[in-house]
């Protein structure tokens, strides 16, 4: 070894060798050296989780997903993982749960929901869960778009099973909280948080690309008018591509969800695979929402039984232990989990295409759609993702020439059924979550500004801990009426329950 250069480094006495150093050209000399049993040269070791290994065979895992349905797998092996490219996913927040918590995986925004911080009357503290997730719903969508294990360091490849892995395991997720630990915000909430990640898109080293919002509500105002609508589309024209689930409402519901039902975003529906293999008897879900026939779902995600990162103790951990795989594991269905996964594909195709536009990328993720034949021709849109198809296509030259929305629509339409309720109080009417009166022509011409956010403060309100600005709209004692204005045994952000059959 010394005289082929090499420098000898540790004994390895249980098989009568050691570890060394040598210069890559001399290793076929030494090898054919005199008295030289072996040369073997060093290796990466790769944990094997047993739990993990069990739960990607299942239908409905990410493995199944990544490699069997969409094609991630194949990005991957091309050097497409989402690296560089950042996900904002507005949401109930991001729990640092192995798949999660590597250094600069999630970058928190603000907390803007009702457990921000702790107050009383001497003054107002940092929240034990602030920006965490405290509902259970952000983490699993975290996980379905950029999770990636611990153990599973080095270059993303299709040949590791033992691992999990999100669609785009490189991405970057930036989590904004509007929910606390029951899934309650107000649109108004929302609204602040999309003003956030438009004017932070390319600020101290964040490079948002994609927003994820798996959530909606009934409301039914004109798309031209409605305050969410112009937000999504802020965004949208700002360079970001918004995803957003089409709703839960079930294929007789009409219409698709606010903000869904806005032209210019992607809107997603769901997919069950039937378990599967093959598209043949892939079949939308009743629960999926279907539109109007006008404006309907863009294609379809795999939606059905999705397993992704648990989040142990939360409310829908804790409510649900059916949905639970394991120790580390959870089932969720809905057109959530859909627009995660599309999320994730988003930002791979932005990996690969950097300079692509949100135009030009929802006409390449619908004009290569892989048609379900079995499948309702309104409710899949123009069908399932397909990422090889993606991938091999040429950038289309698209410019969407929808009507813009204005913002100058009521608030309290945005909001549909959904009310946030205390001491019998219900916010309703043109009034935020602060108790300001809404003033949609100078919140619309600050958001196309990009100066809704100033010094912390969001159109001159600042968070205050469980009030706005002194308000006494205390996050911990609503009455329970979420995001789309029913309780938990009711309907989801989404429209739909989180009844037994969606979590387990």
């Known amino acids: 070894m010394t005289a082929l250069g090499g420098i000898v480094e540790e004994p390895l006495g249980i098989i009568n060798g050691f570890s060394a150093t040598l210069p890559g050209d001399r290793l076929g000399l030494l090898r054919s050296a005199p008295g030289v049993r072996s040369v073997t040269e060093d290796a990466a070791v790769q944990l094997h989780d047993a739990e993990t290994e ?8 990410m493995y199944s997903i990544n490699h069997e349905v969409i094609g991630a797998s194949g990005m991957w092996d091309r050097g497409y993982t989402g690296r560089g490219v950042d996900v904002a996913l507005i949401d109930s927040g991001v729990v640092p749960v ?12 603000p907390d803007l929901s009702f457990e921000a911080e702790v107050c009383d009357e001497t003054g ?13 719903h952000g983490t699993h969508m975290a996980g379905i778009i950029a999770g990636r294990d611990d153990a599973s360091a080095g270059p993303v490849t299709s040949q590791d099973t033992s691992n999990f892995k999100g669609v785009a395991p490189d991405a970057r997720i930036v989590s904004v909280k509007v929910a606390d630990a029951q899934g309650m915000t107000d649109v108004s909430q929302v609204i602040a948080g999309i003003d956030w990640v438009v004017q932070h898109r390319n600020k101290d080293g964040l490079n948002i690309r994609v927003l994820n919002l798996s959530f909606g509500t009934d409301g039914v105002q004109d798309y031209q008018l409605d305050p969410l609508t112009y937000a999504v589309e802020t965004a949208w024209h700002s360079g970001i591509a918004v995803v957003v689930a089409a709703g839960n409402s079930g294929h007789d519901s009409g219409k698709l969800t606010n903000p869904a039902y806005d032209p210019y975003v992607i809107a997603v529906g769901g997919v069950d695979g039937k378990g599967t293999h093959g598209v043949g008897d892939d079949v939308v879900p009743a629960w999926s929402s279907t539109g109007d026939g006008i404006r309907n779902p863009d294609l379809v995600a795999p939606g059905a039984s999705v397993v992704s990162l648990r989040n142990p103790g939360s409310y829908l951990d804790t409510s649900y232990p059916g949905a639970r795989n394991g120790e580390r594991f959870f089932r969720g269905s809905g057109t ?18 950097p300079d692509i536009t949100p135009d030009q990328l929802k006409a390449l993720l619908t004009g290569t759609a892989k048609e379900l034949p079995k499948a309702d021709p309104i409710a899949q849109g123009h069908g399932l993702v397909d990422l090889k198809r993606a991938r091999q296509a040429a950038t289309p030259d698209a410019i969407q020439t929808w009507p813009r929305a204005t913002g100058l629509g009521s608030l309290e339409q945005a909001r549909g059924s959904a009310h946030l309720e205390y001491e019998g109080v219900v916010l309703e009417g043109e009034i935020d979550v602060w108790g300001f009166a809404w003033d949609a022509e100078a919140w619309a011409s600050a958001a196309a500004a990009g100066s809704t956010w100033s010094d912390g403060t969001w159109s ?36 739909h329950t989180w009844s037994a059959s969606d979590w387990s």
Do not use: E, F, I, M
């Open 124 to 136: 107002c503290s940092p929240s034990p869960v602030s920006n965490l997730d405290s509902y259970g």
């Open 98 to 109: 192995d798949g999660l918590r590597a250094p600069g995986k999630v970058v928190h925004g």
């Open 336 to 353: 959530s989990q859909a627009a995660a996964v599309v999320s994730g594909a988003a930002a791979l195709l932005v990996q690969q295409r």
């Open 460 to 495: 001159g309100h600042t968070w205050s801990g469980h009030t706005w600005s002194g308000h006494t709209w205390s996050g911990h004692t609503w009455s329970g009426h979420t995001w789309s204005g029913h309780t938990w045994s009711g309907h989801t952000w989404s429209g």
């Open 54 to 61: 069990a739960v990607n065979s299942l239908s409905g895992s």
